[in-house]
């Protein structure tokens, strides 16, 4: 079976092919932003195209334009070639490349930028993986007691009081890395998880003019 992992949820572009649990090519860019623009060319210039039996996609959190192009890309390309469309978080596959990178760790903090001064905080321990948090978005000072004395990786890392930001690990998701992942993190429903509420609101309904 052939998956294409679809990540523009974060700063970072990601694309990869998996075969058979084999990884048969990626691309990997930080744009920051500009997604919508480099998305499509790079799939395309993936073997075959990107064409796959089923596709990833990372439903967040991260940038709401970025969740919400990198979902778009994925149930369109899913109802082209009818294959079905699976979701997982990013927090999850930074944790999952951190544990990788170094085996010492038996609790991880996944710190994330958010939105309005707050940070994406997930406590992963592991192995196996095992999410012992959920998804929290907290003020800095908040998200750093939470965090204790917890090993720590991610983007967020350099906005943490008193905290190196060269400690940061793999501070963005890579979709190469989606085979560090067991099918229980990568089976959610194609739907984004923002972390946090939407900046506009609806307009509230005008009164009814009586008279």
Request: with cysteine; aromatic share 4%.
């Amino acid at each position: 079976m052939r998956t294409l992992v679809i990540d523009t949820a974060t700063a970072a572009c990601s694309v990869a092919l998996i075969e058979d649990g084999s990884l048969v090519a990626q691309a990997h860019e930080e744009v920051g932003r500009g997604h919508a623009e480099r998305l499509m060319p790079m799939i395309a210039a993936l073997p075959d195209g990107g064409r796959a039996d089923r596709l990833l996609v990372d439903c967040g959190p991260g940038s709401f334009t970025g969740v919400r192009v990198g979902l778009a890309a994925a149930l369109a390309l899913g109802l082209a070639w009818k294959a079905p469309v699976g979701g997982y978080t990013s927090t999850a596959l930074i944790a999952a490349a951190g544990f990788a990178a170094d085996r010492s760790h038996d609790e991880l903090a996944v710190v994330m930028e958010g939105g309005h001064g707050e940070l994406f905080l997930q406590i992963y321990a592991g192995p196996p993986l095992t999410a012992i948090t959920p998804l929290l978005s907290l003020p800095p000072a908040m998200a750093r007691t939470a965090i204790g004395a917890r090993a720590m990786i991610g983007s967020g890392i350099k906005w943490l009081e008193g905290v190196d930001p060269r400690d940061a690990g793999p501070a963005l998701p890579c979709s190469a890395n989606i085979a560090l992942l067991s099918d229980d993190f990568v089976n959610l429903p194609a739907r984004p998880i923002y972390g946090r509420a939407p900046d506009a609101k609806p307009m509230a309904a005008p009164a009814p003019v009586h008279g």
